[in-house]
Every structure is written in C-alpha cells, then in structure tokens.
C-alpha cells in the first residue's frame, strides 16, 4: 500500500502541442504514477509514449538542484540564490549601463506556462527595460503565426480537433503527424467518412505509409505545386465565387497572378506524375469537405509564409473554411507555443497586440495600471536578428529560458562562436546539463511540468490547465517564483504587485484579452477550465448558466479579423533554392521528427530507460538504396555528412524512405545542426531547418 494513490488530479501533458489531459495519481500529494484521461475532448483517454513517461524526467539525476555561477577557474560553482541574483542583476545592469537598454535580450521558450511566459516578457520589457526578446516558437511557429495575421488579420488557428474525424479530404502538407502528433493522428483514424488523406512530402514518412495517397515532390517545389492546382481549379471554375465575393479580398489579383501557373508547371516543378496532380485538383474540386494541414515542413521553409498562404489561398478560393471538416490549419508544435503566441510580450505586445500602436501601448498600461512610459516602442529584433546583434557586439547579455539554443538553433557551430562575444549567459532551465546550460555564466535551476501550475495553450487553441504534482528538486524554484525573485531584487516589484500566483496572473490575462480576437473574460479562473475540460478561444461566458461548449471553429460567420472583415490572398513567385546541389554537395539534407518517442533536443526525454529503448541512441541518416549502392555504403556502415557549415558523423540507414538525392536526419541528435544553414524566411523569420546541400561518403 505504500505507492497506493490517495488522489487525482487532471493535468495537460507538457511536451507537444495536441494538449492531451492526463491523470496524475498522487499519494500524499506528491504523483506515483499516471493514467489517461477519457473525458477529456482532446485526447479521448488516448496517449502517446511521452506522456506516459511524462514523470520520468522529474526524477533526472542532472536535474539543476542550485544556482551555478561560473568562478575564477571557469567552472561552473554552487552559489546560494542571493549570490545568483547579485550576479544576475548586478552582471545586466553594468552591460546596460555600459552599452545601453538594449544590449541585454532574452530568449525564451513555448515550454512554460502561459502565465510564465506573460511574466517574463513583462518583467523583462517593462521592469529591466529590455527592448529585445524572442522565443523558440521563432523556430517552429512563426511562419504560421505570420501567415495568417496577414491574411486573416490575427493569429488565429481555424480548427478543433474534431474537425480530423469530419473531413472528407484530409491534405497534410509537410507533416507527420503519426510521429510528430500522435493522438492528433489518432483523430484521423477515427474518421467514419471514408477520408482520402494525401500527404505531400519529399519523404515517406509514416503518414506518408498510412495515407491513401503520398505525393513524393521534389524539396521545396511545394509552393509551385499550389499554385499550380489554384490556377486549375480557375480554369475550371471550380471555385466558390459566393463566398470569395462575400468574404475575400484580393482575388483579381490572385488570379492574374495564376496565368503563369498550371498542373503542368505543378508537374514539372515537383516531378509528380501529372496523374497524381490532376487527381488531386479533382478532390480539391470535388466540393467534398477539404482541410489542409501543415507544420514544419511548412513553416520552416525559406518561403514558408507564401507556402503557408498557398494553402490558405486554396481554403478560401473554395470556402474550406469555417465549416466542420475544413480549414487553412497549421498544426502548432510545443505545448505552449499558442500561448507564446499570444502573451510572451516579446515580438509582439500581450493579448496579440503590437508595440509600435500607441493606442496599443495605452490599453496594456490602463490593464496593468502601469505607466505607459515602460513599454517599449519599438517592436523586438526577431531570434536570427539578436544572433546577429550578439555578433556585431551590439548585445552583450542574453537571458536563456527553458530552450537549448547551442543544440537547436540553426548553423550550430556559428551559434557557439557568437556565445563567445556575449559578457554574460544565462541559462534558466530544469537542467544543468543542456548543451546551453554548459556554455553559460549563470543557471539558475527550473521546476519543470508537474512541479508548477498554469495554463497551456494547444493547437485548436484550447486553453488547459496543468497541475503541480511533484515538489521541485533542491533549491530548483518555479520559474514563476524565479521572476518574482528577479522582479525584487532588480528593483521593479512595485510594478508586479497583483501578479502574486499563476493564478492571479491568469486573471490578468483575461483582462489583457478583452475586446482582441482571443477574448477569454468569459473564463472566471481554473476551476471553469478544470469544469469544462479546457476551453478554446475566443470564450465569453453563455447567458444564464448554459453548458460551457467544448467545441469551437473560427469564421462561421465568414467574418475574419481584418479591419474591412475579409480575408485577403497574398502571393509570390516562388524563390530558387538558398543552397542547391552542386557537384561538391551533391545530397539535399531533410531534417525533421524522427519518433514519437523523443522530444526536441531529448533533455527530458532522454532521460526515460523506456523512451530511450524506443530510439536509437546515436545519431543515423537515412540514404536511398540507390545512391547507398553508387557510394558503396553498407547498412550500419559509419559515414561522414559535410556541408560548407561542418561535418558529422552518423550511422548509414539504407532504406526507401528517402528519395534518391536525399537524405534524412532526425533533429534530435545534436550534430545535425551543425550542417544546417542560416537561411530565412523574410516575413517570419523563421529558419529554413529543411533543405541544405551535403556530400556524404563512407568513413
Ligand atoms: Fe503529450 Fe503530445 Fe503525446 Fe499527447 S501527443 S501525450 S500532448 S506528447
């Protein structure tokens, strides 16, 4: 009896961004084990690996027990949380005094919880004067993020989940969700309408193997192909007009644009058979329900805005959108990137909002009841810009929360030279054996999920709510006391006097989203979240006690978040590839998910026996039986990958999956970041992790 629970509670899991709810069984407070949540209307009671194992990690043996400061030797030493906050405050307050406001920045995470993160932009931007901040979703989300404030006016996901099991064309795009989503995937397999589900990716992936249809284009011909299918489906005239009329703005031009594009342009350009396009154009037209799914291979594009609007160009040029089964939906990768999304106060202002609006800049002082005077002005360099800052010396200080930038950011080995030229690195994390965390002045030790509360938000925008279940290691604090700690001694506090629980501040949140697309006032505090199983944004509280509703789909009423309400098409030439084959590199290196069992860069998930057992520990690429033969490579052979950035090593894995020309490296390991280039989107920012040129040889 002694692990026998005494209690239960419900907790959204804190790795990937499908919000499953799971139940944590407790015993005397503290979590023995863990089960699934069969009422919740995201998971279903459904699983994937990492949420099952969501406790291990808890329990790491390199957790970060107390503050470490890098001492007169240069190794990293215990010091008492005073020492680190003297440290911390007196280190960023000379660089500022020295080199301006703007010479400390900050990068952050979407692994927090909202109400975290919404404290850290605000205490960073309103109570240090920091002028710089981004998070890792610059990594993962910022080309949707991007793309449909563009088009729609906000930052707003279409999409519930149930819209999987009610669609009858299913176009993912770029994705692997029976790897990357699982449960999402799931979703899919529950679909009663018979779906035709087409994947289009260079790879074959997973999903590509469980699809009824894998178009296997040519990497990055995706844009091409869009436009391709938009301009049939013009010819056609299999378009519905009424709601373009309605609803949209800018289709004239979309469509004179169009006349240099055709399925035989689509073909050419992707190396489809033009059977396979001109099949797909039919389903597209069919009038059927089409939803159009994406994520990395999307967004982490060189072009990935435009790509990410060729799809929401074809929702809305056939009115998939706003009805069950539909949408332009970009599946969001972190836990808490939506949340990022809408209240990190970093490039953009809290609740959506932007710094350069002084009407913006009012309404968030009036909320806060601070003075507007703290609030900055001018937007925030984006996460490339502040690498860049660092090199030219115009930033000397660099705050790092919960994200592992030496092993996951873009042209690795460059990232490591930059640190380099820093004065002082801080590093706040649940670790101190990140790649990051080994490189810094300062770690300063994380709670990690199931030690703290407070919000994420998922993908369908569903706002759930996540438990404290385990007491942090040693003298690890929540980040949230982490703030509060920061906020005292820098000498800001009077500014954060309401914010004294997550809960409180989440009551702040909800102020700060009043009257913006993402109002939440309807939402009293956590026990309407716990009471409803999550709620989706927007939410005003229904007259006279009705039910909370479970469910929620953007555009219904064909109104979209611009100031005229439509929709508008945008669209661009598609660009040549950053870094082509040559005769030198001759291989297009793919990266991406590898499992459904590791997460990101494995610093928790790396620490589970059972996670571990289901991945391989050292790092392989995938190469074509084809190009395995031409280079004589053998299975499991050691093989050197170069490109102009660095070279690797890894374990040859000769399989299909990848077509001839290309190969493929999970993202995980951290040598694969040492080839990838720095190459960008020019809109969103956002690396283009996906297509760099390589050579590869046998060792
Ligand atoms: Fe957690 Fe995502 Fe797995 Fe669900 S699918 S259990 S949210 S990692």
Known sequence: HAFKPDATVHSVCGYCATGCSLKVH?????????????????????????????????????????????GRNDELEPVSWGDAMDAFCGRFKSIQEEHGQASVAFLSTGQIVTEEMAFLGSLAKFGMGVVHGDGNTRQCMATAATAYKQSFGYDA???????????????????????????????????????????????KTETAMAATQHLAIQ????????????????????????????????????????????????????????????????????????????TMGVNQSYEGTRLAQSLINLALMTGNIGKPGTGANSITGQCNAMGSRLFSNTTGLLGGRNFESEQDRNAVA????????????????????????????????????ATNTAHSWINQKRFRRVREKLDFLVVQDMSYSTESAEIADLVLPAAGWGEKEGVFINSERRIGLTRKVSQAPG??????????????????????????????????????????????TGIQ??????????????????????????QRRLFEDGKFYRPNGRAKFYFEAPRAMPEPVNEAYPFILLTGRGTSSQWHTQTRTGKSDVLKKLYPKNPYVEINPVDAQALQIRPNSKVCIRSRRGEVEATAVILASVQVGQVFMPMHYRITNQLTASVFDPYSKQPSYKACAVTIHNI
């Open 26 to 70: 407790l015993k005397s407070g503290h979590a023995v084990n863990l089960s699934t949540h069969t009422d919740y209307p995201v998971n279903l009671g459904m699983a994937c690996p990492k949420g099952w194992e969501a406790l291990t990690p808890l329990a790491a043996s390199d957790r970060a027990t107390i503050p470490l400061l890098r």
């Open 157 to 203: 996901p279409p999409y519930t989940y149930q819209d999987f099991e009610e669609s009858d064309v299913l176009i993912f795009v770029g994705a692997n969700p029976c790897i990357a989503h699982p449960i999402m995937w799931q979703r899919v397999m529950r679909n009663q309408r018979e779906p035709e589900v087409i994947v289009v990716d260079p790879r």
């Open 219 to 294: 990497p990055k011909s995706d844009l091409a192909l869009f436009y391709g299918l938009a301009a049939h489906l013009v010819q056609m005239d299999a378009v519905d007009q009424d709601f373009i009329n309605a609803h949209t703005e800018g289709y004239q031009a979309f469509v004179d644009f169009l006349k240099d594009y055709s399925l035989e342009t689509a073909t050419a350009a992707t190396g489809l058979d033009y059977a396979q396009v001109s099949q797909l154009a039919r389903l597209i037209a069919s009038g059927k329900r089409v939803s159009f799914w994406w």
């Open 366 to 401: 009036d909320i806060l009841s601070i003075p507007v005077a703290k609030i900055p002005d001018q937007p925030s360099l984006a996460y490339n810009e502040i690498i860049d800052a660092i090199e030219a010396g115009t930033i000397k200080g660099l705050w790092l929360i």
């Open 475 to 520: 003298e690890a604090l929540s980040d949230f006391n982490i703030f509060r700690l920061i906020a005292h001694h820098w000498g800001c506090a009077e500014l954060f006097e309401e914010w004294t629980s997550p809960e409180a501040v989440f009551r702040i949140l909800t102020r700060l989203s009043q009257g913006m697309p993402c109002d939440i």
């Open 525 to 550: 505090g956590y026990a309407d979240l716990e009471r409803a199983g999550g709620i989706q944004w927007p939410y005003q509280r229904p007259e006279g006690g009705a039910r909370l509703q479970t």
